[in-house]
């Protein structure tokens, strides 16, 4: 019983924002980093961000450094995902995770979301 699910996806335009948010529940919300991966259409999943438990440090892919906000509650696991500035090509469909990977970076996380699609119109 573990579930991740995100929400706050939709259709903006180049130059606009959203914030995303991911609760996670059963197995999920142990003392775990989560993150935030995408995947855009017959593309490889890639890293976008995340915070390690202790909620120290923050880290993202250097594509969006600078425009996008990762942040965590650690008591109501949930975590969050800021975007703005966005471009046509942060267009995917993004997953929040949670587990214990070697490096934050990695794909090795063990819960994983459903996804929420953004889309960004030029």
């Known amino acids: 019983q573990a579930q991740m699910v995100e929400a706050g996806g939709g259709l903006v335009e180049t130059g606009g924002s959203l914030r995303l948010s991911c609760a996670a529940s059963g197995r999920a919300a142990g003392r775990y980093a989560m993150a935030w991966f995408r995947q855009a259409p017959g593309k490889e999943r890639e890293f976008v961000a995340a915070?390690?438990?202790?909620?120290?440090?923050?880290t993202y892919t250097d594509s969006v450094k600078g425009r996008f906000t990762i942040s965590r509650d650690v008591a109501k696991n949930m975590v969050w995902l800021q975007m703005q500035s966005l471009k046509p090509e942060d267009t995917a469909v993004y997953y929040c995770?949670?587990?214990?990977?070697?490096?934050?970076?990695?794909?090795?996380?063990?819960?994983w979301g459903q996804g929420t699609q953004v889309t960004v119109s030029s």
């Open positions: 915070m390690r438990w202790r909620a120290t440090l923050a």
């Open positions: 995770a949670a587990g214990s990977p070697p490096n934050l970076g990695s794909a090795e996380y063990e819960y």
